[in-house]
């Protein structure tokens, strides 16, 4: 069975400090996706990233960037120079296999960033 | 703004009562997800259904149904609902293909009293 794992529940920052976020994931799937979302305050699923499992290629954008490592089954999220708007609660998920997309997900990490 | 609308945005009910939650996917998407969100259990995969038939189930109640329409707007069911009913519910729709990730619309969220 696929499992998401973010161990961090809740994590608290001061502006701009930096901050990462923990996903761990474990599928007996070769092929799988993987997706960060994060949901403010007002609620909504605001979808971040897609990676592969075939991409362990880091990515950036802007103040986020991504370190996926198949080596430890992780797939942790930075934020560079925390903001008050990056207030929320975050998710990792991971897709299932083809012919089944749904998403499982982590229990997600509530991150609150003091100004 | 995700493109994907979800109606109604709250829904106050009783025990035993039923109810219809609508979902309208993005333009051009055929897959349509439901998940529940709720404090105990999280984010849970409900149901998905791809152009009109149901694809995968996940861990949906009995009392609970779904179905996508031909212009492939969705409805979940929920009936003899219980106060542990209470949740958000979303919609989530993703173009054809695998590995699409799935745009999510604002959610309802049902109280059961």
């Known amino acids: 069975a696929q499992k998401v794992t973010q161990a961090q529940t809740e994590i608290s920052v001061v502006e701009k400090e930096d901050v990462t976020l923990d996903c761990v994931y474990e599928t007996r799937d070769t092929t799988y996706y993987l997706f960060w979302y994060k949901q403010p305050p007002s609620g909504e699923l605001v979808f971040l990233i897609r990676?592969?499992?075939?991409?362990?290629q880091n990515e950036i954008s802007g103040r986020y960037s991504w370190n996926f490592q198949k080596s430890t089954s992780s797939f942790n999220f930075t934020i560079t120079a925390s903001q008050v708007v990056d207030s929320a609660v975050y998710f990792c998920?991971?897709?299932?296999?083809?012919?089944?997309?749904?998403?499982?997900f982590g229990s997600g990490t509530r991150l609150q960033v003091q100004p | 703004d995700s493109g994907v609308t979800q109606t109604p945005k709250h829904l106050i009910t009783a025990t035993g009562q039923r109810v219809t939650l609508r979902c309208s996917p993005r333009s051009g998407d055929l897959s349509v997800y439901w998940y529940q969100q709720s404090l105990d259990q999280g984010l849970q995969f409900l149901i998905q259904y791809y152009n009109g038939e149901e694809r995968a189930k996940g861990n949906i109640l009995e009392r609970f149904s779904a179905q996508q329409f031909p212009d492939l707007h969705s409805e979940l069911n929920l009936s003899s609902l219980e106060l542990g009913d209470s949740a958000l519910y979303f919609c989530?729709?993703?173009?054809?293909?695998?590995?699409?990730?799935?745009?999510f619309g604002p959610g309802t969220r049902l109280t059961v009293t």
């Open positions: 998920a991971l897709s299932e296999p083809p012919g089944r997309r749904a998403l499982t």
């Open positions: 990676r592969n499992s075939f991409d362990e």
């Open positions: 989530a729709s993703s173009p054809q293909g695998s590995g699409y990730e799935q745009y």
